[in-house]
């Protein structure tokens, strides 16, 4: 482990103590959840455009990987900022999510490794745009991911052929986050489809619950018709902005209108977080010490605090 990467786990490690119900946890480190014999599938999504999905996956992404787990981002959006952002190259991009989604390529095979030991990412290019249009007449095209990553290998009982695949099966991830365009469409669904729970990322701005409803409407169809499973994980405030009261406002509206669900952790407006994407790097690695990226580190450890909780409840 490189220095970033120790002073990463120091610092979370620290961040996740300052939350009051990571303490008095005893016997393990708050930080890291049990493992599964599966990953845990996180769909971060908001039809709102600029509310913070990519900048969450690959910090968040990155956080979780910083403290051992093992993490990989599908990149479901035709303008591929969570690629960029994690400075996977076009040449890098040969097998993307498109090609796994019309099923011209298995995932292990779009699966590009990134700088950030433990964080993988299954590229995105503009051909996903053609997707949607492409799978219309296509049997369960609201499956295509779920049935993909159902194909996934993770115990090293099937076929090994590639090295990512041989990488995959000897440490399988523990956690997927699919980045989504900000639109409710067909890419989207099928990620809601294949996620265990949607992560809500909620800009702090006037119209911020503008558009939640419809995200949450959304949720509970797919929830009757497509999958059973997916919860709501939780809502983070994103670009908070502490001179402004506007922000204070819509934040205790929120709060008062969603309650629990969500995330104590607000992420502050920081220009760090907004400079890291053209260096090609998570804002975590950029600058670990800005306010972006403590920000980022509890909420991997309230995440993870929730996540601890709903398998607690489950067995
Ligand atoms: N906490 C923050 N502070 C400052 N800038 C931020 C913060 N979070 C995100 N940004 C910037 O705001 C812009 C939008 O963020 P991001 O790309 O993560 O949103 P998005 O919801 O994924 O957008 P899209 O809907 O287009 O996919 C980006 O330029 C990003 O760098
Ligand atoms: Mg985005």
Known sequence: MDQTNKTLVTDAAKAAASIPSAQGTTGSNPL??????????????????????????????????????????????????????????????????????????????????????????????????????????????????RDALARMPRNGKQRETSEAEKAMTARPYSYLLIDC??????????????ADAILVPLQCEFFALEGLSQLLRTVERVKTSLNPRLEIQGIVLTMFDQRNKLSDQVASDVRTHLGDKVYRTVIPRNVRISEAPSYGKPALVYDHRCAGSKAYMRLAAEMIQRERAIRRSAA
Not at 128 to 137: C, H, M, R, V
Not at 181 to 194: D, E, G, H, K, V
């Open 181 to 194: 365009p900000p639109s409710l469409n067909l890419l989207t669904i099928n990620a809601m489809t294949a």
């Open 32 to 145: 890291v959840a049990p493992s599964t014999d599966r990953p845990r599938i996180l769909v971060v999504a908001n039809q709102k455009g600029g509310v913070g999905k990519t900048t969450t996956a690959i910090n968040l992404g990155t956080a979780l990987a910083a403290v051992g787990e093992r993490v990989l981002i599908v990149d479901l959006d035709p303008q591929g900022n969570a690629s960029t952002g994690l400075g996977i190259t076009t040449a890098e991009r040969k097998v993307s999510a498109y090609d796994v989604l019309i099923g011209a390529a298995l995932i292990e095979d779009a699966v590009v490794p990134t700088k950030v030991p433990g964080l993988d990412i299954v590229p995105s290019t503009m051909d996903l745009l053609g997707a949607e249009l492409e799978l219309a007449t296509v049997q369960r095209r609201s499956h295509r991911l």
